[in-house]
């Protein structure tokens, strides 16, 4: 009996531990590959803009959202504590070291180290675990000394061990070897208490301040305790000795009934103010490790543990929430229905089952899935039919009871189930099928199939309008059946006269008692009178502009859809319509025509997924309202190394947060390319942020709304920019403006030094001008005198020149006269050289004549000389001696006397020259020199002259001699040449 006691309370035990909530929330793992620094994370905190601190292996760890930032101690030792400081500071706790970081100058954490401020004798210590902000001081524990920071004091409390540091309602305690609890007080350490029940070897890992004036304490192997004013009892329940053998090692309160404990060995547990746990965290769930180090609930009451490898984030307070019915396999998820107090989830891999309880949100029930005997393989329908609950599935029609599945139809796989009639139980049930419509009698609680059907395509998407059933298929169109109450049903494909009907995504659905045809090109009504689809001026007037894929009315009236894997609803509780999107689920959701959802109730809508289901708790989501942080997390010069000139944090902060910078920074113009890091650290609604940007006397306007978190702006002008950011969640609420003002200098060239300079440099360039100017009017003075004395010159030779030239005509005109005369001379020469032509033609001809006539005289002297030597003719008469006078020489010398006037005459008193030249010459020689000048022969001259040729030959000698002759000297040739040589 005791071992089947045993047995039975070891089976309790181990249900009662691996039982968890229906429904978990979403939870995000940042590796160390995301954030780039070291595996453990001792502590996490957030300070109150939001951002998130961890004590990192390899230094301190800052997250907002967007950006992972990593600080490093001067040493490169790891942080192992940390703590918000009531003055904005971050004090540390590391290895030999403590200190704290706060920002500087240029917005970006600094840290100071507080070791000098520790008594020489007081600095060997090792590893800070705690550290703790109390008022205005502020406690560091390492494992054999408490350092106490107050007005920039230090003062050391010493011990062989302190083991635990913490605050019990703005009490001190701590936890030393062998003695108990201590309280710190009044400057000293005092026993806290002496409880009954709390063994002093106890090595406490947490203090969880609780509601009134206990607080929660864990012990690592001692158990747990209740702190309620200085006294200590145990909490001991069967949950929590659970807890305590996993090594719980921190502990945070979430809200007034709900605390999360971390452990070493099997992840985070959360439990009520009952000590019973209500959900469990561990690595099966998705968290990285189940050895977790630290844990922090956020100001948006989310979970974030510090892992043994890693950092996960837990959205514990939001509205969606994940359920894996498979646990571990996660099956994408089909299909969901709530029937007789059970949660049935058909998935890819079948259908599981979990009861529930009565709770306004399902997702918080602690309950474990079973899956239900049967077939395996795609589940595509639950729904109930007549008080049962009908399955379809790839195998066919399936009735589920008791834990199993009962096969009514294995003929074709099914899609979904309609009763014909709106009053239950309905005898006659349509089954859409992978060939069209089939129909089932229902009679006793059975259905039957007497293998009525109208085949033609697959029908997973069915409508019902009275005797009229609509089946519709994405890309083959549309089919119109006549029920015929189930019996000989007729169908005929939909004569699309009006062309409403697209290429794809043909879909047909039953939304406000009408049968609405929904693709590509729109929403269309079928309007039973006319017996066509018609534009839904009613929908299209509440819905969005989109193709969509799937509709479903919920109980309230409000319309769910989905387009492009996008979750909507168009809400119509309010006075108008709204559309509300839920971003987190933005390709998550199962899509491909596959899309489902079961909108049990307004904190209930479960939605088809990927892998397992999400479950919305529409509610509370649509009545989320709070206040969206925003933030300019770094802003440095783009391409250049340790360009940080903000660095995120305002050096004088509000109460909030200070948005925009007082000290405006001066950025040189050769660094005049900026980018910006902008976030909002809403962690659990990262997927639904948006951001628009301004950067004023650059951009025109806001940009248009996306998710980046970043923007570059290249080559700016110089001049004062603000750049300005806002976010928005998927509710259209928009947060403050963050704003960080900065100045691009101008180039070195347009500065004031520079304008000075140029300044200087143009009134020195005036005064070079002047004194250039003055220089030059002299010069130019100097010029003009001298270009007036050069004119002047230049005017005088213009005169002289012109007088020159006149000269030179005159000149021209006297040569011209001259030329002129001398032509006329020339002319004249040439009229006397043809005259003196003429005349020694006719001197040539009379002294030939002369010639002749002497010739003849000559032989009529000689033949009358003959005759008279021949003849009796008396000699002494007077006539002959008249004849002979007669041709004696007067005759002759008066012929020649003639002959040289008219000689002289044509050869220009040549013999006049000659004589006067010549004085000595002869009238003989004068003869001669004219009859050679006449080129006559010597036989010529001969007998002009009465004598010999001997005698002329003589003559001629003795001519040379009188004119001074040489030998070599032709006398013709000299006497042609002497009148020349004599003009």
Request: charged share 20%; hydrophobic share 35%; glycine share 8%.
């Amino acid at each position: 009996m005791r071992k089947l006691l045993l047995t039975i309370f070891c089976v309790g035990w181990l249900n009662g531990f691996t039982q968890n909530t229906i429904a978990l929330p979403e939870i995000i793992n940042y590796s160390k590959q995301i954030y780039n620094a070291g595996t453990q994370n001792w502590k996490i905190v957030q300070d109150k803009k939001g951002i998130i601190y961890a004590a990192n292996d390899e230094g301190l760890l800052s997250f907002d959202g967007s950006f992972w930032k990593k600080y490093t101690l001067p040493g490169g030792t790891g942080v192992r504590s940390l703590a918000m400081g009531h003055d904005g500071r971050i004090y540390i706790g590391s290895q030999g070291e403590i200190g704290f970081f706060e920002p500087g100058k240029n917005g970006t954490l600094q840290y100071i180290s507080l070791n000098d401020l520790i008594p020489e004798n007081e600095k060997d210590f090792t590893d800070i675990w705690d550290v703790i902000p109390v008022g205005n001081e502020v406690f560091f524990r390492a494992y054999r000394k408490i350092f106490q920071l107050q007005n920039e004091k230090i003062t050391v409390f010493g011990n062989p061990a302190w083991s635990f540091l913490g605050l019990h309602h703005h009490k001190l305690i701590s936890k030393a070897w062998q003695k108990g609890l201590l309280q710190f007080k009044n400057g000293t350490w005092t026993p806290f208490s002496k409880p009954d029940f709390f063994p002093e070897k106890a090595e406490i890992t947490a203090i969880v301040p609780l509601a009134g004036d206990s607080s929660l304490l864990l012990t690592k192997h001692h158990g747990s305790y209740i702190l309620f004013g200085e006294k200590i009892t145990p909490f001991d329940t069967p949950d929590m000795r659970l807890i305590n053998e996993k090594n719980p090692y921190s502990a945070t309160v979430i809200d007034n009934n709900q605390i999360a404990i971390i452990t070493n060995l099997a992840g985070c547990f959360i439990i009520n103010e009952k000590g019973e746990i209500t959900q469990r965290l561990s690595k099966l769930d998705g968290l990285q490790s189940n050895n977790i180090l630290s844990l922090y609930v956020d100001q948006k009451k989310n979970l974030w543990l510090g892992l043994d490898n890693g950092i996960d984030f837990i959205a514990y307070n939001n509205a969606i929430k994940h359920i894996y019915p498979d646990y571990q396999e996660h099956s994408a998820g089909k299909a969901a229905i709530i029937y007789k107090n059970n949660l049935f989830i058909g998935t890819s891999n079948g259908v599981y089952q979990a009861p529930i309880s009565s709770q306004q949100d399902i997702g918080f029930i602690k309950s474990t899935f079973e899956l239900i005997r049967g077939p395996k393989g795609q589940v595509w329908n639950l729904s109930e039919l007549n008080g049962q609950l009908a399955m379809g599935h790839n195998d066919g029609f399936f009735i589920i009871e008791n834990g199993a599945t009962k096969m009514v139809d294995s003929s074709s796989g099914f899609w979904t189930f309609l009763p014909l009639s709106n009053v239950a139980p309905s005898s006659v049930v349509l089954a859409g099928t992978y060939n069209g419509l089939n129909f089932y009698n229902y009679e006793n609680g059975r259905f039957t199939n007497p293998e009525i059907h109208s085949h033609f395509e697959s029908a997973r998407f069915v409508a019902l309008d009275n005797t009229i059933a609509w089946a519709s298929h994405p890309y083959k169109g549309l089919y119109k059946i006549t029920l015929n109450g189930g019996v000989n049903p007729t169908n005929v494909p939909y004569k699309d006269t009006k062309g409403i009907l697209s290429n794809n995504n043909n879909h047909i659905f039953k939304i406000k008692s009408r049968v609405v045809l929904s693709n590509d090109k729109g929403l269309y009504e079928y309007n039973s009178k006319t017996g066509e689809f018609d534009p839904s001026t009613f929908l299209q007037k509440i819905l969005p502009k989109v193709p969509i894929r799937y509709m479903k009315e919920d109980s309230n009236g409000n319309i769910w859809f989905v387009h492009d894997r996008q979750l909507g609803v168009c809400d119509l509780s309010g006075q108008q319509p709204r559309i509300i999107y839920f971003p987190e689920l933005n390709g998550k959701i199962s899509g491909n025509g596959l899309e489902y959802i079961y909108p049990y109730n307004s904190n209930n809508i479960f939605i088809a997924a990927e892998e397992g289901f999400y479950l919305v708790n529409y509610a509370l989501y649509k009545q989320f309202k709070e206040e969206i942080p925003i933030q300019i997390s770094d802003v440095r010069i783009v391409n250049k190394r340790d360009s940080t000139i903000f660095g995120g944090y305002f050096i004088k902060e509000g109460e909030q947060q200070q948005l925009i910078n007082d000290a405006v920074p001066e950025i040189q113009y050769a660094w005049n390319s900026i980018h910006f890091d902008y976030s909002s650290p809403l962690y659990g609604k990262q997927s639904s942020i948006e951001y628009a940007y301004y950067l004023e006397d650059f951009d025109n306007g806001w940009s248009a709304w996306t998710k980046k978190t970043e923007k570059d702006y290249t080559y700016l002008s110089p001049g004062t920019y603000t750049f300005r950011v806002k976010a928005r969640t998927h509710e259209g609420q928009e947060s403050v403006v963050a704003s960080y003002r900065f100045t691009i200098l101008a180039p070195w060239y347009r500065t004031s030094r520079a304008y000075f300079v140029y300044g200087l440099l143009a009134l020195l360039f005036i005064y070079a001008i002047y004194k250039w100017q003055k220089k030059k009017f002299i010069v130019q003075q100097q010029k003009h005198d001298e270009e007036r004395k050069r004119l002047e010159y230049l005017h005088q030779l213009e005169i002289e020149k012109h007088q020159e030239e006149q000269k030179q005509l005159t000149y021209l005109h006297q040569l011209e006269l001259e030329r002129n005369e001398k032509e006329i001379i020339r002319l004249q020469n040439e009229k006397l050289q043809s005259e003196i032509q003429l005349k020694n033609t006719e001197l040539a001809s009379t002294t030939f004549n002369l010639v002749q006539k002497g010739e003849m005289l000559m032989k009529v002297k000689e033949e009358f000389v003959r005759m008279k030597k021949s003849s009796e003719i008396d000699k002494d008469t007077d006539d002959y001696r008249k004849i002979l006078r007669m041709l004696g020489d007067d005759k002759m010398k008066r012929n020649w006397e003639q002959f040289a006037l008219h000689f002289d005459k044509v050869h220009s008193n040549f013999l006049v020259s000659l004589k006067d030249t010549y004085p000595y010459l002869t009238a003989s020689d004068l003869k001669l020199c004219a009859y050679l000048r006449l080129n006559l022969t010597s036989k010529e001259i001969a007998q002009i002259m009465n004598i010999t040729i001997k005698g002329v030959e003589l003559g001629r000698h003795r001519l040379r001699k009188k004119l001074g002759i040489q030998p070599e000297v032709n006398l013709v040739n000299f006497l042609l040449n002497f009148h020349s040589e004599i003009n």
